[in-house]
Structure formats: C-alpha cells, structure tokens
C-alpha cells in the first residue's frame, strides 16, 4: 500500500534524478585518486586497488541482501536509512589513518550506495503504465550523469584540496540529499508480510521462473561490460598516448557524460512499444563503435570522445528497456527483481575493469576494443536468438 500522495510531478522526477546521480557517486569518487589515499592510509600500491574493488563488492552485497527489502520495508525509511550510514561511512572515510579500517569503510559505503536501487523501484511503482519507461529513463539519466561525473569531480577536488576533501564534500551530499527526500519523498509501504530469510531465498524462484530477466540482466551486463573497459582505459590512454593532463581527461569525461540524454529517449521509445528495435539497435551500435577503433584512422582524441558519448548512449538505451520489461514482470516484486538486474549488471562492469588493465598493459588499446566490442555482440547475437522472449 503507499500513501496517498503518489503523484510523480515532474520535480519529482527531477528529484529523483538529482538524488540517484548524487548517491551512485560514491561508488566512484575513490577510483581516480587511489594513488593519492594509498600511502596516506598506510595501504602498499599492490593492496591500494582494494579500495575501488571493496566498494563495488559492497554495492553487489548490497543490491542482494539490502535492496529486497524495498519489498517489505517501507521505502521511504530504508532510503532514509541508508543515506544516513552513507554520511557516517563516508565521513569515516574521510578522517580515516589506518588502511585497515579505510577498507572496511569502503565496503560499507558500498553497501550503503545501495540507496539508489530503492528509489527506481519507488519511482516505477509511482508511474502510470503509460510513463513508465519515461520516468525510469528520466532519473537512469541522472544516474549515469552522476557515474561519469563523479571520477572528473573527484579529481579536480583533490587536486585543490586533497583527497580527504572528496569525502568531507560526498558526506555533506549525502546530508544535503536526506533532508531534501525526507521533505519530499512520498512513503510507500510494500504489500509483503514474509521474513526476510524468504525474501532472501526468493531470488532464486525470481530468477528461475522470468526467462527475461536472465535475459535483460546478461545484455545489460555485457554492455556495462564494454562501458567499464572504455572508462578505465580512456584515461590511461588520453594520459599516455596523447599526454593530456588530469583537467582536460576531466573535460573528456564531462563530453561523454552528453550520452546519458539517451535514458529519457530510451523510456519514450519503450512506451510507445519499438523495445526491440531499441535493443537491437543499442546492442549493435554499441559494439560496432567500440570495433571501428582498431582502424589506425579512428584512434585520435575526437575519435575517442565520440566514442564516448556513443557508448555511453548506446548502454543507457538498453538499460532503460530492460528495466521497462523487468518491472513488468511482477509489480510486487520490483525490489527485488531490480535487485537482481543490477547486482548482474555490476558483475558485468566488475569484470570490465577488473581485466581492463591487463588487456591495456598486453595489447594496448587494440584488445580494449575487442574485448569492448565482442562483449555487446556476444549479447547481440543472444537477442536476435531470443528477443521474443525478452
């Protein structure tokens, strides 16, 4: 049951939106300054990368074991909830001198990032049948925003003012984010009476009994994929290849943040039906712009950021659909199948930057493309096999 005030006015969406860019941030404010926080911590340069990989673990366990009980627990409370241990983990983060403890921070401000997976659901549940996919693509627009944003803002803070500072400004977010939401934010109290132990346990009859889900989650995994290797290495590449500075790779970030305008295109387009030849296209433009970069011709610096802002218009596209058809599949549920889908999506996006290293340091930027670039046609060609079941 929710409350009665569920109309989705659009400075709510627009609320929404600004939360879920300026929450998913803290998954990546760590990333580009890993250097910086390491010796200050006392971590060595071979356990500095635990830091990012901490977070993400954290944010997996969380999208499992924290994200169902949007299905049970009153949402408002939750999102509450988890904005507040964001601050604490956070500022902790911040104020942090043992290496240690810095680690166990970061896996719980990935825990508590999970937030933004309480509001989508919150937000489909709100929408009428017929909008759908446009509101879920308006915030997912705020949502990538906020990804691609978050490394360049993080960079150019620490650069100014140390890297204690991106933490001390994400913590002053995160209070600045509650207050606005508690103000605003409509409750909603899910139908579902089960204990959490068969909340838990019912993400597996999800996953089994929705062939769709499977579906979306492995060609938005693949796709994220792709996404996680270009953003990984566009910078090593931009810095050694071409020797721009941290400024201009944060301007370079900023371009390609242009192609999340495709999320509120993306739910338009599922709304008026066209979700396959929306998927088809994304999943085949996406891996077609990655390939065309093993051409000697289309390796400069422009080449590059339109590659950026194709890729990153290329994922949202398809995120937007396979949201639109998984929150069809049982309104009851949205919590929980949400859940799934992104804890599959960022188990593809792990594996991106997990390997995107290697494949830099072995081949340079030639395995990067094809490795960026087989990713969506592996999903592709699953599609065209399977699209009428998706």
């Known amino acids: ?9 659009p400075a709510l969406v627009g609320l929404f939106a600004l939360a879920c860019g300026v929450v998913v941030g803290n998954l990546y404010y760590g990333q580009p300054i890993i250097a910086l ?18 977070t993400q673990i954290g944010y997996g366990l969380g999208l499992l074991f924290i994200v169902p009980l949007a299905d049970r627990t009153e949402n408002r409370r939750l999102t509450l909830v988890l904005l507040a241990a964001a601050f604490l983990s956070l500022l902790m983060a911040a104020v942090a001198t043992n290496g240690i403890l810095f680690l166990i921070v970061s896996l719980l401000i990935g825990l508590a990032t999970v937030a933004v997976q309480v509001l989508i659901p919150l937000a489909a549940h709100m929408a009428s049948d017929e909008k759908r ?7 997912m627009g705020g949502l990538v925003l906020g990804i691609l944003l978050s490394r360049p803002l993080s960079s150019l803070i620490a650069d100014h003012f140390g890297w204690r500072a991106v933490y001390f400004t994400a913590a002053a977010f995160m209070v600045l984010m509650g207050g606005l939401l508690a103000l605003t934010l409509p409750s909603r109290q899910p139908e579902h009476k089960v204990t959490y132990v068969r909340l838990i346990h019912s ?5 089994r009994a929705h062939p769709a889900l499977r579906l979306r989650t492995l060609f938005q995994a693949c796709m994220f994929c792709a996404f996680s290797l270009f953003w990984t290495v566009a910078p090593l590449e931009l810095a050694s290849r071409f020797h721009l500075t941290q400024t201009q790779i944060a301007l370079f970030a900023l371009v390609g943040a242009t192609g999340a305008l495709a999320a509120p295109l993306s739910g338009r387009l599922a709304d008026a039906g066209h979700t396959v030849k929306a998927t088809f296209g ?3 433009v996406g891996a077609a ?16 950021a339109l590659l950026g802002v194709v890729l990153d218009f290329c994922v949202q596209m398809n995120m937007v659909q396979g949201q639109r058809a998984i929150y069809a599949l049982d309104p009851l549920s949205r919590g929980r199948v949400n859940g799934i889908y992104m804890a599959g999506i960022f188990t593809g996006g792990a594996i991106g930057s ?3 290293s290697t494949l830099y340091e072995s081949g340079g930027w030639e395995y990067v ?7 969506p046609l592996l999903a592709l060609v699953v599609f065209v096999m399977n699209h009428k079941r998706a």
């Open 203 to 207: 993400l597996t009859v999800l996953w």
């Open 354 to 356: 997990a390997v995107a």
């Open 133 to 139: 996919g446009q509101i879920v693509g308006n915030i």
């Open 37 to 54: 926080i390491a010796p200050d911590v006392g971590l060595s340069k071979e356990t500095a990368s635990l830091i990012v990989s901490l």
């Open 289 to 304: 712009a990655m390939l065309i970069t093993l051409l000697p011709a289309m390796r400069g610096v422009i080449v590059l």
């Open 369 to 375: 493309a094809l490795a960026g670039g087989l990713a």
């Open 282 to 284: 994304a999943l085949a």
């Open 1 to 9: 049951m929710t409350s009665a005030k569920t109309t989705l006015t």
